[in-house]
């Protein structure tokens, strides 16, 4: 079993930058990806960003160049660094840790990002 809880959510104007976590607990394995989708109203979730347990890293376009995935493995815990924040980036973000072995997707409770002025 895995538990993930993000924190680091809040409001924030355009322009602006938040930091997300994501600690993870249970039976963790650091070669598996963990990555962040969010979800806004009215829309589909979508994948954001994904980082393996070697490091590499991948990003939906819309996000690229201004936020950064990483992760510290000796915590359990994977971030995502958000700059140059946009109104559409308004949504709840959603830690997730891929268990490879079982093929199956853990997630976390969500934090909701809101970019406003």
């Known amino acids: 079993q895995v538990r993930l809880v993000e924190s680091g959510g809040g409001l924030v104007q355009p322009g602006g930058s938040l930091r997300l976590s994501c600690a993870a607990s249970?039976?963790?394995?650091?070669?598996?990806?963990m990555g962040w989708y969010r979800q806004a109203p009215g829309k589909e979730r979508e994948l954001v960003a994904t980082?393996?347990?070697?490091?590499?890293?991948n990003y939906v376009d819309s996000v690229k160049g201004r936020f950064t995935a990483s992760r510290d493995n000796a915590r359990n815990t994977v971030y995502l660094q958000m700059n140059s924040l946009k109104p559409e980036d308004t949504a709840v973000y959603y830690c997730?840790?891929?268990?490879?072995?079982?093929?199956?997707?853990?997630w976390g409770q969500g934090t909701q990002v809101t970019v406003s002025s």
């Open positions: 997730y840790y891929h268990d490879l072995g079982s093929n199956y997707d853990y």
């Open positions: 249970g039976s963790i394995f650091r070669f598996n990806a």
């Open positions: 980082i393996t347990g070697a490091g590499r890293t």
